[in-house]
């Protein structure tokens, strides 16, 4: 004789399905992920396309957009900027007008130079390239054919490449000569402090009392007055050829503007401390760029 659970159980057991049953018709059934993840080297993942990139590309350096004038670096009459430079410094130590370094190299923005960035620094008119080529010419005349029984052809045969090749070299020196035939004076009465010194001092400095005349050593053209170069203070720059220009600084009142002609002697500033310990005059002559010895130059007291 089978035994039938009892009643009770049986209920149960029929709730039990019935609770299981809607369960799994309540609870949607999502699809598997689809993920590829190729395996690559030691078993990594490889990101797959559209996924962010692990490292940049090691090429990216290279696609870093060049810096003004970089296709000059390392010519003659280019400078290439260092950190710390600023436009007014880089035209003093080169012997130009910065206004004429903005030219040059068209800038738009003469405050914002970048370290690495080239820059002429000598006039477009004096290109390396194109004297180069001059020789050239003179070499195509020495090989034309001469009349070896004219004598005047036979001397002219002989200075032919020398006088070309002397001519420009006679004018340069002409150049200089006149370059070094400026009138010179003192540009103050004060004594002087402090002698030059190509480490430590690159001119002369000068004592007095603030508001003491500063003078224009010779003759020439305002270059700068300002003060946007550091440890100088009031100072103004004044070109007197191609070869010289003289700085003056510290300077507590600027009496001249850019471009302003002065002449010997003129008063131009009135003796500061701007950017000094106390009052005085810093002198410099710059020749072609290069701070020189003040007291070879000028006349004796």
Request: net charge positive; hydrophobic share 40%; aromatic share 4%.
């Amino acid at each position: 004789m089978q035994l039938k659970p009892p009643i009770v159980f049986q209920r149960l057991l029929v709730t039990a399905a019935a609770l299981i049953l809607v369960a799994c018709a309540a609870t949607p059934r999502k699809p598997a992920p689809v993920e590829s993840r190729t395996v690559g080297v030691a078993g990594k993942p490889v990101p797959q396309a559209g996924a962010a990139p692990v490292a940049l590309p090691a090429a990216s350096a290279d696609n870093a957009k060049p810096l003004p004038g970089a296709e000059n670096s390392g010519k003659p009459g280019y400078y290439t900027v260092k950190t710390g430079d600023t436009l007014i410094r880089i035209a003093l130590d080169n012997g130009q007008n910065w206004r004429d370094l903005v030219k040059w190299n068209a800038l738009d923005k003469p405050n914002l130079i970048e370290a690495g960035q080239v820059l002429r620094v000598v006039a477009p008119s004096i290109d390396a390239s194109a004297v180069s080529t001059r020789p050239v010419a003179s070499s195509k005349v020495e090989t034309r054919p001469l009349d070896a029984k004219s004598p005047v052809g036979a001397a002219a045969s002989v200075p032919t490449g020398t006088n070309a090749a002397a001519a420009p070299a006679s004018a340069s020196s002409a150049s200089k000569d006149a370059d070094d035939e400026l009138s010179w004076s003192w540009p103050s009465t004060g004594a002087v402090t402090a002698g030059f010194d190509e480490l430590r001092n690159k001119g002369l400095a000068f004592a007095g009392k603030a508001g003491d005349a500063v003078l224009a050593a010779a003759d020439g053209r305002v270059m700068y007055a300002g003060s946007g170069l550091r440890g100088y203070g009031n100072m103004v720059i004044i070109k007197h050829n191609a070869t010289y220009l003289t700085a003056y600084a510290h300077n507590q009142t600027l009496l001249v503007k850019e471009d302003q002609a002065v002449r010997r002697g003129q008063k131009i500033a009135e003796m500061g401390s701007t950017d000094a310990e106390r009052v005085q005059l810093h002198f410099e002559i710059r020749k072609l760029g290069k701070p020189i010895d003040p007291a070879k130059l000028l006349p004796p007291r």
